[in-house]
């Protein structure tokens, strides 16, 4: 049972490439969100899932989409990125049919250049 | 908007020097006050969920209460492993709102 895995770990973009995060949980849970962290900001939510085919805005959501084709996965794409998107990036999922938490995976460390 | 804030920011402990951590919220129907410990360079590790004013939940050295406004973890006698920046976030419609953390650090 691997929990929340994240793809890539780290990566390096230049202004205005594009990349895609991939997240995937095999813990069969609904609901899977993609924050970023900053120094001095907490984590803020980027996008949402409450199911598969199912996405929502969160607190940050300019310059980011997302798609929940499976349940099992969650991808975060960014099509022009922007130095103001170097961050660290979460994926969390959470079913409220168990315990109430979400979990985490490791994060992805991207910067823009 | 749901808003939660934690203090202090940063707290250096001796080993085995017992202190609390705060966590102020505010938030249209509270569904449930979340503990995260957070290591360098790794992803939050969920702690304890509460639910209701009053609530009181323990972990090794750790305790999490709950009133109304705020919530509390309390660490006794920590120990250098208990370094780490700890999260606290409320539960809102669908999603979480979380605090910027306290960094804590127990001196050997």
């Known amino acids: 049972n691997a929990g929340v895995t994240q793809t890539p770990k780290f990566r390096v973009l230049k202004t205005g490439q594009s990349m895609t995060l991939l997240c995937a949980q095999d813990m069969n849970h609904e609901y899977m969100y993609w924050y970023r962290q900053d120094p001095g900001m907490g984590l803020r939510l980027i996008h949402y899932?409450?199911?598969?085919?199912?996405?929502a805005k969160g607190e940050v959501p300019d310059g980011y989409n997302v798609s929940r084709l499976k349940k099992q996965n969650f991808l975060l794409g960014l099509e022009s990125a922007a130095p103001s998107q170097t961050s660290v990036y979460f994926c969390?999922?959470?079913?409220?049919?168990?315990?109430?938490?979400?979990?985490f995976g490791p994060g992805t460390r991207l910067t823009v250049t | 908007e749901d808003q939660v804030t934690q203090s202090p920011e940063a707290l250096r402990l001796q080993e085995g020097e017992s202190s609390s951590l705060n966590c102020s919220y505010t938030?249209?129907?509270?569904?449930?006050l979340f503990w995260y410990r957070q290591d360098p360079g790794k992803g939050p590790e969920f702690l304890f969920t509460?639910?209701?004013a009053g609530e009181e939940k323990e972990k090794e050295r750790l305790k999490a209460t709950l009133t109304k406004k705020e919530s509390f973890l309390h660490i006794t006698a920590p120990k250098p492993e208990d370094s780490a920046t700890y999260l606290c976030a409320v539960e809102g419609n669908e999603k979480l709102t979380f605090g910027t953390g306290t960094r804590l650090t127990i001196i050997p």
């Open positions: 509460l639910y209701s």
């Open positions: 938030v249209s129907g509270l569904r449930g």
């Open positions: 969390a999922s959470y079913s409220w049919r168990g315990a109430s938490e979400q979990y």
């Open positions: 899932s409450v199911g598969e085919g199912t996405t």
